[in-house]
């Protein structure tokens, strides 16, 4: 699943949104404006880190993304139960969580490089341990290797990103740190269910090309230069914070309401459209299951950007009706077994999600100080994970009786509930306490607007 900790940033030269933390200006970058700087900006780009984050990052989760079309293999040949299934993905969602709240902020203490290989080797573990996946134990432990990783990567790479951005284009960090996720996530999808349908060693080649892949860009990160110097309180760091602005608390119950139904449904498609896909729109291509998840990870990412053309309440409104009609239109395709309107339904649910999402992240962010940002993560951590990890328990302990039509149903009211919570509680964010803004230290005065 998309990563929340990256969307919506404004990013300066000497802010990192995603930690609330300090970080230097990109070595070899000019802060200033103009066409020197930009053409400075545009040679660094080539020698900087920037460049091996990004690869690194969409290597991650595409190596996340490459295990859906193989579920149903898994259930065909060894006789996994669509429950199992789902405990993949509690045991993925759980570790994901539990590494960015413990080990989110650790990287601007040790060092970005580091943390980011360590974010590549975990997902090359984990391939590693799925190229022999003849017991559901074997598949929930590649899955919690590949979810640490995750985390892993969705603090550390997606900080080296913004660190080793250069100055010009101004957009270019923001975008590259929050689309990227995504698009490791429907890459990987859509590669491996061609893999498994049309190449040898289906079960096998798509984990030995991640492998590969994953060793090649521990290379590149391992050349690349390091943009935060080691700094004292690793170990403080790695203490969980969670708090929100008190001039943003009233949107959590809003932001409660889109994360953990939009959360819930990515850990749907994870657990449970695969085994859709061929029980009731009747294919049973690898690469058809993948595309479905492509689609709705990349209409994601460009529901993201849309969402900042409005304001925060209309966004929400708007991403989150649109959310509702594609769940809607999911229920209805698979009622009928009609895979275009399936696929439709999908892309129109996965856009409604990014702009829900991205306002709800802008709305939180709003006028928050660096210190704040952090523990603000931190809650949106929580209540994103924590709806995808707790909707994949209960619906896989209900899988055993219930058909898999109804567990659809069952995600679609949960839209329409957290729907109508947003349309009538939805509120902007208010200004903050100026009082307060000026008794902080002024390194910690730089704000989201």
């Not at 709240?101 to 590549?120: D, T, Y």
């Not at 690349?224 to 608390?249: C, D, K, M, N």
């Not at 309401?257 to 850990?267: C, D, I, P, R, Y």
């Not at 698979?334 to 992240?361: D, K, N, R």
Request: net charge positive; charged share 10%; aromatic share 6%.
């Amino acid at each position: 699943m998309p990563k929340i900790a990256a969307r919506n940033r404004r990013v300066s030269a000497t802010g990192n949104v995603a930690t609330g933390e300090r970080t230097s200006a990109p070595a070899g970058t000019s802060t200033t404006s103009g066409p020197r700087a930009a053409q400075r900006a545009r040679r660094s780009l080539c020698c900087s880190a920037f460049v091996p984050a990004v690869i690194s990052l969409v290597v991650v989760f595409a190596t996340v993304g490459s295990t859906i079309p193989l579920f149903n293999t898994y259930r065909a040949e060894e006789g996994f139960s669509n429950g199992d299934i789902s405990m993949t993905v509690v045991a993925y969602s759980g570790a994901t969580l539990s590494t960015l709240l413990i080990f989110g902020r650790l990287s601007h203490h040790v060092g970005r490089r580091p943390v980011a290989i360590a974010s590549l080797l975990l997902p090359a573990a984990g391939a590693l341990v799925l190229l022999q996946v003849h017991h559901i134990g074997i598949l929930i432990v590649g899955r919690m290797l590949m979810g640490i990783g995750a985390g892993l990567a969705s603090s550390s790479l997606t900080a080296y990103i913004v660190d080793a951005a250069p100055a010009e284009p101004a957009w270019l960090a923001s975008v590259a740190s929050s689309q990227t996720v995504m698009l490791g996530l429907a890459v990987g999808a859509a590669t491996s269910g061609a893999l498994v349908e049309f190449a040898p060693w289906p079960r096998d080649l798509v984990f030995l090309v991640e492998i590969v892949a994953l060793l090649a860009a521990v290379a590149l990160i391992a050349v690349s230069r390091e943009t935060a110097p080691r700094t004292p309180g690793a170990w403080r760091s790695l203490r969980p914070q969670v708090s929100a602005p008190p001039h943003v608390r009233h949107l959590l119950p809003t932001a409660a309401a889109v994360l953990l139904a939009t959360w819930a449904t990515g850990s749907f498609y994870q657990a449970f459209v695969p085994a859709l896909v061929e029980g009731d729109l009747h294919t049973r291509s690898p690469l058809i299951t993948g595309l479905v998840f492509a689609a709705y990870m990349a209409s994601s990412a460009i529901g993201a950007p849309l969402g900042g053309r409005f304001g925060t309440v209309r966004a929400q409104r708007l991403g989150m009706v649109a959310f509702l009609v594609g769940m809607t239109g999911l229920i209805a395709a698979v009622t009928s077994g009609e895979l275009p309107l399936f696929l439709a339904a999908t892309a129109l649910a996965g856009a409604g999600q990014g702009i829900a999402i991205s306002s709800t992240t802008r709305g939180l962010l709003h006028r928050s100080m660096l210190t704040q940002r952090a523990p603000l993560f931190s809650a949106i951590y929580l209540l994103s994970y924590g709806g995808a990890t707790v909707s994949a328990l209960i619906a896989g302990d209900l899988a055993g009786t219930v058909a898999l039509p109804q567990i659809a149903t069952g995600y679609g009211l949960l839209a329409l509930v957290a729907t109508l919570i947003t349309l009538v509680a939805a509120r902007p964010p208010r200004e903050p306490d100026r009082l307060n803004v000026r008794h902080q230290p002024h390194h910690h005065v730089r704000e989201i607007a």
